[in-house]
């Protein structure tokens, strides 16, 4: 019987091994794109001012103003990759498609997870504090 942390361990490298989704690379349909230039760190969501989001990073700062709720979850999402320019579609409606198949694809990995876990653990009470370990080694977040 292997223990939570053994089943982390082995979830993490399974899922390394099987291939994480880059986003937005392999979410992103060809269209029109800008670039914005973002610090090369982990963001996170701030608070929202007068229909604005702001973006900041792990440290508390403010690095951007995003226009709505679903840029600043793409800009969160893409940030993942660390890279210091994002690129971005212009259009408000492929940002949500994006989004939108992006965060699918995040819930089928917790949804295989948890019943991964639960196969494992059927009495464990853990499910959510485990799916989220392994999420945050993998460096992922679901907003």
Avoid: H, W
Wanted: no cysteine; proline share 3%.
């Amino acid at each position: 019987m292997q223990t939570e942390k053994e089943f982390i361990a082995k979830s993490v490298d399974t899922l390394n091994k099987k291939g994480i989704k880059v986003f937005p690379d392999e979410f992103l349909s060809l269209s029109k794109t800008t670039a914005i230039s973002l610090p090369s760190k982990v963001l996170i969501m701030g608070e929202e001012f007068f229909g604005k989001y702001e973006i900041l990073s792990a440290d508390r700062k403010a690095v951007y103003q995003a226009s709505s709720y679903t840029e600043a979850k793409y800009l969160i999402y893409a940030s993942r990759k660390k890279d210091a320019i994002l690129t971005i579609p212009l259009n408000e409606e492929e940002i949500k498609q994006t989004v939108m198949q992006y965060e699918k694809y995040l819930d089928s990995l917790m949804k295989e997870i948890i019943s991964l876990y639960k196969k494992d653990f059927p009495e464990g009470k853990n499910s959510l504090f485990v799916m989220n370990e392994i999420l945050k080694i993998l460096n992922l977040v679901r907003y």
